[in-house]
Every structure is written in C-alpha cells, then in structure tokens.
C-alpha cells in the first residue's frame, strides 16, 4: 500500500513537472486534453521523448486494466539504453479490456506497441491475437515476428465517455496476446477535416463524413528527406523516407530548405506535419528542361478492399517568385488537381514556403497498388517546368464491417475468443439449464397428448392407428393438439 502510494506521488510529481517543462518551454507545442500513455506489464513508469508513460500495475485515473488473467513479463536481455517501453509487456491468456475515460470526444490517436521477447517461458512471438477498440475489428490473428518492433496506429473518432480496447488470443497453442506500450490521446482539431476529394472512375466527387471514419496509418513519408523520430514530431509520430517507394529513382531528386517555414492559418499547421517535413521535398530532376515531359510516380502497395484516405503535403521550397510553379497531380492515373499553383491557393497568400496539403480518397487499382503521381502542366513557362511533394500520408479507412483486417466484425471475432472462466461456467449453467428445460418440456407434451389422445380415442371410435402414427411423427408437434375426423 505505502509502496503504491510512493508510486502514485512519484508519477504525479514527474507529471507536474514534465506539464511545467512543456507549458513553460515549448509554449507551441501542442498539449492533447486526453491524453493516457501506459507501460504496459510493469510498475514502473517511463519518460520517452518527455512523455510520461504510466505503468499499467498501479491505479489511475485515465485509465483501467481487466484481465481475468494476465502476466507482467519482463526482459532482462534488453540493452540499458533501450526504449524502456519495449523492455517489459502484459501478456493476457484471455480476453482482456484496458478502459480510458475520455473526457474531450472527438478524434483520438490510439498507438499500440508491440515488440516480442522469450522470458519465463513465454515466446511472445508465437503469439497470434486479435484487438478491438470502440467496435472496430483493429488486428485480426496478428502476429509479430521475432526481432519486429511494430507501432500500429489508429485515429478513432470517440463519441462515448469509455473507449475501450480488447486484447484476445486466437484459437491454438499457445493462447497468448500481449502489448508493450499504449498512447491514446486527443488529436488537434484542425487534423482531420471532414471533407476530401473522391477520386475514381466517376470523376472528381466530394467525400464527406471523413472524420466519422476510423483510420489506420499504412504510410508516413517524408519524401525527400531523413526519418522524423517522435521526439522531433508535433505528434510523436514517425515518418520514413520515400526512397523505396518512388518508382523511377532518377525521375526525381531530393532538395532541402533551411529558411523559415511559415505555416499560414487555415493551411497546414505545425501538428499537420511539422517543419522538417515541409522543409525537404522531391523535385522533377530534369538536367535538361526541354526534355521535362514525364512524371514522377510513388508505387505503395496496400490491401485490397479498403479505401484509402490519401493526403499530400505541400510546401514550395523550390520557386524563386510566387506564380511561376505550376504542375498536375494524379492518383491512380486520376487527375486529383490541374495546373496547381501552390501560391495562388487562398491560404498561402502569394507566400512562399508556406505549407499546405490536400487529402483524396480512393480505391486501390485491381492490383493493390496506389499510384501517386505528380507531373507538369502545361502552363509552366519552358525554363520552370517543375514538379513537388513533401510529404505524403496513406491511412486504410474500415471497411462496412467496421474491420481493418478483413470482412469480419468485431464482435463475431469476440465472440470467438476463450472468455474468462466465470463467463465459462455461466455459459456452461445456462446452456444445461437450457437442455433440462427443453427436455421437461418434452416430456410434459408428451404425456399431455397422451392423455388427449386417450380421451379423443375414448369419445371416438373412428380408425386410429395410421392417425395416431402421424400424430406421433407428424410435421407439427408443438402444436399440441390432434385432430380427428
Ligand atoms: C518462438 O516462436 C516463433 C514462432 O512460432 C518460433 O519461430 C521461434 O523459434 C520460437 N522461439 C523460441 C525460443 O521458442
Ligand atoms: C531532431 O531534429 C534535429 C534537427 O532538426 C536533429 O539534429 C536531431 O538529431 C533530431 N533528433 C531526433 C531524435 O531525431
Ligand atoms: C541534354 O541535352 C543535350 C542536347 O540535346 C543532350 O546531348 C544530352 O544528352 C542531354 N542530357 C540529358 C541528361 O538528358
Ligand atoms: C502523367 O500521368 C498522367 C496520368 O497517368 C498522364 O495522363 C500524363 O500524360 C502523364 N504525363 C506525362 C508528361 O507523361
Ligand atoms: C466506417 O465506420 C464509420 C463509423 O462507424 C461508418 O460510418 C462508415 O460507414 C464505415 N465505413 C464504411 C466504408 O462502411
């Protein structure tokens, strides 16, 4: 208990403090108003990238664990200077709940951690688990190779004071399903708007209600540039670079800006995407201008199935003047925008460097693909033919099934899950209960037709034998009463 108390106060002060530090510091940097990180499988809590991770043994308010059975587990075989978040996890061998209380609704960022270790007998890479948060089927029959450290991400728009996220084995051996570390916590405002354009066959249309939908981050590029770790992130995220993804290497070439980025109000913002992804893009590389007639094109493999929320970050690093970059986009060989110039759009205000995104949805073509392609227009002068991306976000939107991973639900893979044990034995009760009634039910019918049958047979001496066999066998038995002529 006292240790529990010295816990308590410990985290609360690392927390004061680390409010202090941010509100007195980076007075910009952007505060979520939910926000419960967890340590999951330890007591011991973690500052990572100045966020305190709670850990998930002791009480708080944010949040509570139940797991009819689970195990702290830890790894003793992890260097010192490792990611305290990946050193320990909570392995569960049933179906299990972490509950946060939410306390602002509106979109929420849900990251789930994941890196498997052999400790006390337990191979966490042999584990194959499913998870469900707030009705969405996140993971179906996941499993984590040995040596993975894999981040799942998630906007899930939370309408309800309880959000809740279930961890379940999948049938086999062994029954397992773990986590090494949680983040939910509230997404700026401005993030996710509610409109973006639908491309497809049919033309241009809008797509509406894009914040109602829940989104699973499949590609964050910083195209042109290094990786952005989550300490240097708005919003702790990561970002890679684009180099696998590009289709023709030399169609394209990296260039980086040292100036200001001046986010302008109504574009994108910091927590859109943050400077060191508009401060470095790729452009068209071609060494003779004359020759400047082709695309450049970013192949991403993704599955088939969903749509696909497809935002393009933008920020013109490369012009000398306003009005003198203009080029096309197109998704999957859609034209998304033609003659784009990204200093004529009402909120740069004729401004360079000053970001900007546009968010598509669409379809993958028959063969899991999303191309995206940027390309000249022909209302560039012959000397500034030119083309640009920044930054480039591909997020999976769920399917009708509310699922990510397939056409199951979540509640018909639920249901599938091993229950607790006392859910067991309830089931096991009612489902006895169930048959004894059925079988005293029968019985009692049985006896009943008897009697009325003897009655019947008593008042009537009409041919009962092939009557009575009918009535013994016949297409109607529950409605319990003979008829005969
Ligand atoms: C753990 O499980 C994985 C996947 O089933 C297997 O490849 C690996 O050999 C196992 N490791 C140990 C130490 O048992
Ligand atoms: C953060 O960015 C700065 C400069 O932009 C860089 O020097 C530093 O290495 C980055 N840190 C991490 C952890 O990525
Ligand atoms: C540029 O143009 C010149 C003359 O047309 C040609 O000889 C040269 O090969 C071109 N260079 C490239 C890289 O295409
Ligand atoms: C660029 O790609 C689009 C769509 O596939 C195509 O219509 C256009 O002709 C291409 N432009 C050039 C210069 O190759
Ligand atoms: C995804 O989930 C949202 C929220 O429940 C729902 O409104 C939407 O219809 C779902 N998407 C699809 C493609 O069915």
């Not at 401005?190 to 973006?196: I, Y």
């Not at 009537?460 to 409605?479: F, Q």
């Amino acid at each position: 208990m006292a240790m529990l108390q010295r816990r308590t106060i410990r985290s609360l002060c690392v927390s004061i403090f680390l409010q202090f530090l941010l509100l007195w510091g980076v007075s910009s940097a952007f505060l979520p108003s939910d926000n419960a990180l967890i340590n999951c499988g330890t007591a011991d809590g973690a500052t990572v990238d100045n966020r305190l991770f709670l850990p998930d043994e002791d009480e708080a308010d944010s949040f509570r664990l139940s797991a009819p059975s689970s195990v702290s587990l830890r790894d003793g075989n992890q260097p010192a200077d490792s990611s305290p978040l990946y050193r320990t996890a909570r392995i569960f061998t049933r179906r299990s709940t972490y509950g946060f209380s939410i306390k602002n609704k509106g979109t929420h960022f849900l990251r789930l951690h994941f890196y498997p270790f052999s400790s006390q007998g337990y191979n966490l890479s042999a584990a194959v688990f499913s998870v469900s948060a707030q009705g969405f089927l996140l993971l179906k029959d996941f499993t984590v190779p040995r040596g993975n450290r894999i981040v799942k991400e998630f906007l899930i728009n939370v309408q309800t004071e309880n959000f809740d996220i279930s961890f379940g084995p999948s049938y086999g051996k062994p029954s397992l399903a773990f986590v090494n570390a949680i983040e939910v916590f509230s997404a700026p405002a401005d993030l996710l708007l509610d409109v973006a354009r639908g491309l497809g066959p049919n033309e241009v249309e809008a797509f509406d209600g894009l914040s109602r939908q829940g989104l699973e981050t499949v590609y964050r590029l910083n195209v042109g540039g290094p990786k952005v770790t989550p300490f240097n992130d708005s919003l702790w995220r990561t970002w890679t670079p684009d180099n696998e993804y590009l289709r023709l290497p030399d169609s394209a070439k990296a260039i980086s800006f040292s100036g200001r980025i001046k986010y302008q109000k109504g574009g994108a913002s910091r927590e859109v995407a943050p400077d060191s992804v508009y401060r470095t893009a790729r452009q068209m590389n071609s060494v003779n201008i004359s020759e400047g007639h082709f695309n450049v094109t970013w192949r991403l493999p993704v599955s088939l199935g969903y749509k696909y929320l497809v935002r393009m970050h933008f920020c013109d690093i490369v012009s000398l003047t306003a009005n003198e970059l203009f080029f096309n986009i197109y998704i999957n060989g859609y034209l998304g925008y033609k003659d784009f110039d990204l200093s004529a759009v009402d909120v740069t205000n004729q401004m360079l460097a000053a970001p900007y995104y546009m968010d598509f949805v669409v379809e993958p073509d028959t063969s899991g693909f999303i191309y995206v392609t940027i390309g000249p227009s022909r209302l560039s002068s012959s000397s500034k033919i030119n083309a640009i991306l920044n930054g480039l976000e591909i997020m999976k939107m769920n399917n009708s099934m509310h699922s990510f991973d397939g056409e199951f639900s979540a509640s018909s893979v639920l249901r599938s899950w091993p229950r607790s044990s006392t859910d067991f034995w309830l089931c096991s009760f009612l489902a006895g209960f169930a048959i004894m009634s059925l079988m005293v039910v029968g019985f009692m019918m049985i006896s009943r037709r008897r009697m009325e049958m003897r009655e019947s047979l008593a008042w009537s001496r009409l041919p009962v034998e092939s009557k009575e066999d009918n009535s013994r066998y016949g297409p109607s038995p529950l409605s319990g009463k003979l008829v005969y002529y």
